[in-house]
């Protein structure tokens, strides 16, 4: 009998479960479909927003050193002596000596010899072009036999375009070594913003710097 009651639950509840409507079934199987098709969408949609960033980051070069600036800043130089329009001229700092002398026009008796034609041009500098034979005064000397462009108007020696040779020649108590070493400093630390700048260069103190005071300059 126990066996029997057994049974018959178990052919009930089987006859419970056929009996519910296949309707149902099918509503829920298309949820389900629903759902998953839902999902899978939306992981590519999120995948898709992802990529864009990292292919940014991919593509995106390296920020280099803008060195336009440095090519698109501007200089004046005044350019005199044998030219004919001598005057203040606007160029590049990547300019050259022989870009300025050329825009003042250079005259046919100019001698450019030792001008010191393809140096780049410095703010405020004075570029003399001297004529054929001419001696250009130099602290109570002749000439510069090297590079006239390094002497300004007032017949001082610009440390920060002399040549160690200039150097030697044209101040007192400077010798081949000392110059030398004025040159390498300039070159290694940049130029002297101020005279008194050349006693950083070892072997120049107070005493030496007193000699060559009145015959030097920046500019």
């Not at 052919?11 to 479960?17: G, H």
């Not at 300004?152 to 000392?178: M, R, V, Y």
């Amino acid at each position: 009998m126990e066996e029997y009651d057994r049974n018959w639950r178990i052919y009930t509840a089987v006859m419970l479960v056929m009996s519910v409507d296949k309707r149902y079934i099918a509503v829920a199987i298309i949820l389900l479909l629903i759902t998953f098709g839902a999902g899978v969408k939306y992981g590519s949609w999120n995948q898709q927003q992802a990529e864009p960033d990292e292919i940014m980051l991919e593509e995106t070069p390296p920020i280099a050193e803008d060195f336009s600036a440095k090519e698109n800043e501007e200089v004046q130089v005044y350019v005199t002596g044998i030219v004919e329009r001598p005057g203040v001229y606007r160029l590049t700092a990547e300019s050259r000596i022989n870009e300025a002398i050329a825009m003042a026009g250079p005259l046919p008796e100019a001698d450019l010899t030792y001008v010191d034609m393809a140096r780049k041009v410095q703010d405020e500098e004075t570029i003399i072009v001297p004529a054929k034979g001419e001696e250009i005064p130099v602290m109570g000397s002749s000439i510069n036999p090297v590079s006239v462009s390094a002497v300004n108007s007032h017949g001082k020696l610009n440390i920060n375009k002399a040549t160690a040779n200039e150097l030697d020649e044209q101040l007192t108590g400077i010798g081949p070594a000392l110059a030398q070493r004025i040159v390498d400093y300039r070159n290694e630390n940049g130029p002297f913003k101020q005279i008194e700048d050349i006693k950083n260069v070892s072997g120049i103190g107070d005493k030496r710097f007193a000699d060559i005071e009145a015959d030097i300059t920046v500019r």
